[in-house]
């Protein structure tokens, strides 16, 4: 395993398994009848891996993800168990895993992102303000920035491969790329998860702004992968300190972007160390999420 000296881990290195693939955050390996999920601390933005990671951030986005697996039980997704020592194969490498890792049924990934916009920021207001738009839906005059959407919005992309962009897609071109019939099924679940989990959060003084979900296929039937609902995949802001006309204080990687805005880089790989003050406050930000979100600690 390879950490840095804040003690984020990096890398994984598991002798004797196949590595599928190394993400912007998750390892992925094959254990044949199922596969691996490894959270790292690596974080992205920009679609760049910054060189130095977040410690506690891969465990946070682990126990999120398994908090909204069980809180939708109504909802099929792809994992078989977070007990990762339970595979004698791993048992070696429990301590570095355990708690950031899960094992997951192979599903085929469906090749779209399930955006869901419930207020408008982002690219989303950027493209309102350029086109009255987004994503192709017309919107009503009027609105601020970070104002909550008359209703949550659907906003697809394409998935692109780790070092590309992805790029926003009308629901008619995810017709196009899977049918009707799986096109309707992933709009309609996006939708009905993102209200569920945005009115729990906001009993828990957290206002989900948007995030995105992946689908996949598993035996003829759509189930949810990956991560859900973390401050990885959404915009998380703390209700008490909302505000209109202005990106509003987040729970997510957002302090990460804003700090790299404040830089003089061209947002390519490489991407530029963070500073140690920068790190700290991230992860202070991911534990307060966790926190809020699960009432629960992070040992």
């Given at each position: 395993m390879k950490y840095d000296p804040n003690g984020a881990l990096l890398e994984s290195e598991i002798p004797g398994l196949k590595l599928l693939n190394r993400g912007k955050v998750r390892d992925v390996y094959d254990l044949g009848d199922s596969l691996l999920f490894i959270a790292t601390d690596r974080i992205s933005a920009f679609d760049v891996v910054m060189p130095n990671g977040i410690p506690a951030k891969g465990e946070v986005l682990t126990r999120i993800s398994l908090f909204w697996f069980e809180y939708m039980d109504w909802l099929?997704?792809?994992?078989?168990?977070?007990?990762?020592?339970?595979?004698?194969e791993l048992a070696p490498y429990a301590k570095d895993l355990q708690?950031?890792?899960?094992?997951?049924?192979?599903?085929?990934?469906?090749?779209?992102?399930?955006i869901v916009r419930g207020y408008l920021i982002g690219s989303g207001w950027k493209d309102y303000r350029a086109t009255g738009m987004v994503s192709g839906i017309e919107l009503r005059p009027g609105y601020h920035q970070a104002?909550?959407?008359?209703?949550?919005?659907?906003?697809?992309?394409?998935?692109?491969?780790?070092?590309?962009h992805d790029e926003a897609i009308s629901f008619d071109q995810v017709v196009e790329i899977i049918g009707t019939e799986q096109a309707t099924t992933i709009r309609d679940l996006s939708l009905?998860?993102?209200?569920?989990a945005a009115d729990y959060a906001l009993t828990k003084g957290i206002i989900v702004a948007d995030t995105?979900?992946?689908?996949?296929?598993?035996d003829g039937q759509i189930i949810l992968i990956d991560e859900v609902l973390t401050p990885d995949s959404s915009r998380f802001w703390p209700a008490?300190?909302?505000?209109?006309?202005?990106?509003?204080?987040?729970l997510d990687k957002q302090y990460v972007r804003d700090y790299l805005e404040s830089l003089d880089w061209n947002k390519t790989a490489p991407g530029p160390r963070l500073p140690v003050e920068v790190v700290r406050k991230t992860t202070e930000k991911y534990l307060d999420a966790y926190r809020r979100i699960t009432g629960r600690e992070l040992a």
């Open positions: 099929p997704n792809h994992l078989i168990t977070a007990d990762v020592a339970s595979r004698p708690g950031r890792s899960i094992i997951v049924r192979k599903a085929r990934p469906l090749p779209v992102e399930c104002e909550k959407l008359d209703r949550p919005l659907f906003t697809p992309s394409t998935k692109a491969e780790q070092g590309l009905r998860i993102y209200r569920t995105k979900f992946e689908f996949g296929l598993l008490d300190r909302y505000q209109l006309d202005c990106s509003p204080p987040s």
